[in-house]
């Protein structure tokens, strides 16, 4: 409520002067209500050879394999998300390499930054948005019950990646926007 007139502001979708996008503009005020991709941190982290994924325990595709991933929070760094993510899903703590991939899913205005991170040592549990949390050989990787295509190509890309020292992160394989139909 406006405090000075006691009551909702009245918004309307229309193109700011200067702009080229439509927003939601206040009738009363002019206040631009400027809605933005999110912003999703997480990791391919591994334990020597194996890699760490979590059982999700909430929806959407509660049930399905996922890296530990999620929305980075107002006032934190994309590295800090990536570890806080880690400890709620896995219960463990990150060592971050360096960023792996930086994919746009452009369907749920999402930017996905995926950091390729090892564990700091061999323990991690069930957080609460997981239902069971495992570390896997490449072999075993529950492919057909992977979550979201970005994990897939997260997975990919972190194969690709374990001989360099150093590299520009990956994006969207080509042609891929991240759509379920992607999923094998």
Known sequence: MSEK???SPSFQQIVPPG?????AVCADCGFIHYQNPRVVVGSVATWQAKILLCRRAIEP????????????????SPESGARR??????????????LLAVYSIERLSQVQLIYRARLAEESYGVGEES?????????????????FPSVHWAL???RDSLSLAAFAPFRNPASRVG????LP
Not at 19 to 23: F, G, K
Not at 61 to 76: I, V
Not at 88 to 93: G, H, Q, V
Not at 132 to 146: H, M, N, Q, R, T
Request: glycine share 8%; hydrophobic share 40%; proline share 5%.
């Open 19 to 23: 702009d080229t996008v439509a927003r």
């Open 179 to 182: 759509d379920m139909a992607e």
């Open 61 to 76: 595709r509660r049930g399905y394999w996922t890296l530990p991933a999620g929305y980075l929070e107002l006032g934190e």
């Open 5 to 7: 007139s006691g009551k």
């Open 131 to 147: 239902l069971e949390v495992a570390l896997f050989d490449w072999a075993d990787i529950p492919w057909p019950d992977l979550a």
């Open 85 to 98: 993510e880690a400890r709620e899903e896995a219960c463990t703590e990150l060592l971050i390499d360096q």
């Open 156 to 158: 990919g890309h972190h």
